[in-house]
């Protein structure tokens, strides 16, 4: 098998020995691996798009999230099958469809794995995975430090929400769907996959294997309702019709304040914007049941 493995050396802080583990373990399992280690912003994205053409039987993406998302934006639409092993922070995708964290098992999966076709979010024309964020969380990932991320991992992000409940009270925010009904709220989660920052679950019903997106969007602007909502989030307990909208479409478009947007986990930019699902432009190597 002739693989393009595509790999983030400071994703999760330092990925270095781990990378040269994937390599040896894919080698040794008689695959033929060609490395290109990023360096920073979109090369993971431009190597992806290098790579299309080049006659690999597999792509794998190693790294974190962020990686996976720019992997995805340079391969798709694409019939070569996409692994992913996770040496990322928080490692969403992992997560969702039970890649292991051990780097020789999710080389295991990645070479034996079950490729399925898998739905994609489109952000005007940026393609996401997992999620997309407005308002508050995109203004959390546009706050965090990365060097202080590389440091302390997930606390960076503690860090930067403090700030951001501090400095702005949300404004508002408008999602209109394909049959023109029309919400209001202070923030949003579009989920792809059913969960956000780890094991969250804020989108309970999406899911990649069907075409649509589901929106959870917080009705409520003051920053104490806010910060109560995203609490029973972290603690597990489930949100309310009093504080969420939650609802499913192929086409949404949010406009309002112009509140920041993220996708995977990556600032992406601001409102006004249009989010659609595509099935089927991708296949990715998921788990054997
Ligand atoms: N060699 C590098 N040095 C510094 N930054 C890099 C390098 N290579 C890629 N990057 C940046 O890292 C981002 C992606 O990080 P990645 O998602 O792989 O790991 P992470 O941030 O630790 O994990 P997570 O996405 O799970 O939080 C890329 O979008 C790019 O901006």
């Known amino acids: 098998m002739k693989i393009k493995l595509i790999a983030?050396?400071?994703?999760?802080g330092d990925a270095r020995n781990k990378i040269d583990c994937a390599v040896a373990c894919l080698q040794s399992a008689g695959a033929t691996v060609d490395l290109v280690l990023t360096e920073k912003r979109n090369d993971a994205m431009q190597a992806a798009i290098a790579a299309k053409s080049a006659g690999f039987?597999?792509?794998?993406?190693?790294?974190?999230?962020?990686?996976?998302?720019?992997?995805?934006?340079?391969?798709?639409?694409?019939?070569?099958?996409?692994?992913?092993?996770?040496?990322?922070t928080t490692n969403v995708f992992a997560l969702e469809v039970g890649i292991?964290?051990?780097?020789?098992?999710?080389?295991?999966?990645?070479?034996?794995?079950?490729?399925r076709p898998v739905c994609l979010g489109l952000a005007g024309d940026t393609r996401f995975l997992l999620m997309a964020g407005i308002g508050f969380d995109a203004?959390?990932?546009?706050?965090?430090?990365?060097?202080?991320?590389?440091?302390?991992?997930?606390?960076?992000?503690?860090?930067?929400?403090?700030?951001?409940?501090?400095?702005?009270?949300?404004?508002?925010?408008?999602?209109?769907?394909?049959q023109g009904r029309r919400y209001q709220g202070s923030s949003a989660v579009i989920?792809?996959?059913?969960?956000?920052?780890?094991?969250?679950?804020?989108?309970?019903?999406?899911?990649?294997?069907?075409?649509?997106?589901?929106?959870?969007?917080?009705?409520r602007r003051g920053r104490l309702g806010f910060l109560y909502s995203?609490?029973?989030?972290?603690?597990?307990?489930?949100?309310t019709e009093r504080e969420v909208w939650r609802f499913k479409g192929r086409e949404l478009t949010f406009a309002g304040s112009k509140a920041a947007v993220q996708l995977d986990g990556d600032y992406h930019g601001r409102l006004p914007m249009t989010f659609r699902a595509v099935f089927g432009e991708l296949t990715l190597i998921y788990p054997t049941d």
Do not use: W
Not at 8 to 12: I, K, L, S, T
């Open 8 to 12: 983030n050396p400071v994703a999760g």
């Open 57 to 88: 039987d597999r792509i794998i993406a190693a790294g974190g999230d962020g990686t996976l998302n720019e992997v995805i934006n340079g391969l798709a639409p694409s019939a070569i099958p996409l692994a992913f092993i996770p040496f990322g």
């Open 100 to 115: 292991p964290f051990d780097v020789e098992q999710a080389c295991a999966v990645a070479l034996r794995g079950h490729p």
């Open 139 to 178: 203004e959390v990932v546009a706050g965090v430090s990365l060097p202080l991320k590389r440091r302390v991992g997930k606390l960076a992000y503690l860090v930067s929400s403090l700030k951001v409940l501090l400095r702005s009270v949300p404004g508002i925010i408008e999602a209109v769907d394909e």
């Open 191 to 219: 989920g792809n996959g059913r969960y956000y920052g780890g094991r969250f679950s804020i989108t309970p019903e999406a899911s990649l294997q069907d075409d649509t997106l589901e929106v959870c969007l917080f009705r």
């Open 230 to 239: 995203m609490l029973k989030v972290a603690f597990g307990r489930p949100l």
